[in-house]
């Protein structure tokens, strides 16, 4: 079901897709170059196309948000089942977790991943969108459990990621369904008191709607960011931004 969003500051018109066939993934990949490429000055295959590709692409589903006036896709995420991470030996968590406890988790399983948002349109009405999508693809999947990675930036060193990571730990980390051992952790830094550090608004997101983190952060240093992994069990999603998700409750 397409779900549509109206920005009243701006006459936008906001609606979701399922990316399907190869021009579409290509678009896909175009957006998250731009992205990653001038945000994290990541380090990405396909970057001589303009592209972020990598072997996962051909087995996800690909989902977007598209701005109607200019046709532009402003939005996308992918999505790996686990009986497609079976066909290919894993999910792409494991390159950067050993995740104790995955094979014990009652229920299907769907990884969230590659998420990005055209800075321009990078507000809760483009995320409320794609999140509808992702519910209507949750329902139709059954799915008991989302989990992926979210980053935080690195380029400081790792000040923001400790400072932000001492939050998560004391509000967010439980290791009760899974725990998520990073495979190249974060050096370890003394971070002041005073150091206020902002939430990426992915992370932030993920939070809201009740998602918990397994563990400590890995350094992902293609993308110069530490990646916190996120587990959101479906029946535990937060009443208050459970709408977005209302078709998969």
Same mark, same amino acid.
């Given at each position: 079901?397409?779900?549509?969003?109206?920005?009243?500051?701006q006459p936008? #018109?906001?609606?979701a897709? #399922?990316?399907?066939?190869a021009?579409?993934?290509?678009?896909?990949?175009?957006l998250?170059f731009?992205?990653?490429?001038?945000?994290?000055?990541?380090?990405?295959?396909?970057?001589e196309?303009?592209l972020d590709?990598?072997?996962?692409?051909i087995?996800?589903?690909?989902?977007?948000v598209?701005?109607?006036?200019?046709?532009?896709?402003v939005a996308?995420?992918?999505?790996?089942?686990?009986?497609?991470?079976?066909?290919?030996g894993?999910f792409?968590?494991?390159?950067?977790?050993s995740l104790?406890?995955?094979?014990q988790?009652?229920?299907?399983?769907?990884?969230?991943?590659?998420?990005? $948002?055209?800075?321009a349109?990078?507000?809760?009405?483009?995320?409320?969108v794609l999140?509808?999508?992702?519910?209507?693809?949750?329902?139709?999947?059954?799915?008991?459990?989302?989990?992926?990675?979210?980053s935080i930036?690195?380029?400081?060193?790792? $000040?923001?990621a400790?400072?932000i990571?001492?939050?998560? #730990?004391d509000r967010?980390?439980?290791?009760?369904?899974? #725990?998520?051992?990073p495979?190249?952790?974060?050096?370890t830094l003394? $971070?002041?008191?005073?150091?206020?550090a902002?939430?990426?608004p992915?992370?932030?997101?993920?939070m809201?709607?009740g998602a918990?983190i397994c563990?400590?952060?890995?350094?992902?240093?293609?993308f110069q $960011?530490a990646?916190?992994?996120?587990?959101?069990k479906r029946?535990e999603?937060?009443p208050?931004?459970?709408?977005?998700?209302?078709?998969?409750?």
């Amino acid at each position: 079901m397409n779900q549509i969003a109206h920005c009243a500051t701006q006459p936008r #018109r906001l609606q979701a897709e #399922r990316l399907l066939g190869a021009n579409a993934l290509r678009e896909a990949q175009a957006l998250r170059f731009r992205v990653f490429s001038a945000e994290f000055d990541a380090k990405l295959k396909g970057a001589e196309l303009g592209l972020d590709m990598d072997d996962y692409d051909i087995h996800c589903q690909h989902i977007g948000v598209r701005d109607l006036n200019s046709g532009q896709l402003v939005a996308t995420t992918r999505l790996l089942d686990h009986q497609a991470a079976a066909d290919l030996g894993r999910f792409y968590s494991e390159e950067e977790f050993s995740l104790h406890g995955l094979l014990q988790l009652e229920g299907p399983v769907l990884e969230i991943g590659r998420t990005c $948002v055209d800075a321009a349109y990078r507000n809760g009405a483009t995320i409320a969108v794609l999140w509808g999508e992702l519910a209507e693809v949750l329902n139709q999947g059954g799915y008991r459990y989302l989990m992926g990675c979210a980053s935080i930036p690195m380029q400081d060193g790792g $000040v923001q990621a400790q400072a932000i990571m001492q939050r998560l #730990r004391d509000r967010y980390l439980c290791t009760e369904h899974l #725990r998520a051992e990073p495979k190249h952790p974060i050096p370890t830094l003394e $971070v002041p008191g005073n150091v206020i550090a902002e939430m990426p608004p992915l992370l932030k997101a993920y939070m809201r709607l009740g998602a918990k983190i397994c563990g400590e952060p890995c350094w992902d240093q293609d993308f110069q $960011v530490a990646d916190v992994f996120i587990l959101l069990k479906r029946d535990e999603l937060c009443p208050r931004y459970a709408r977005h998700f209302k078709a998969a409750v």
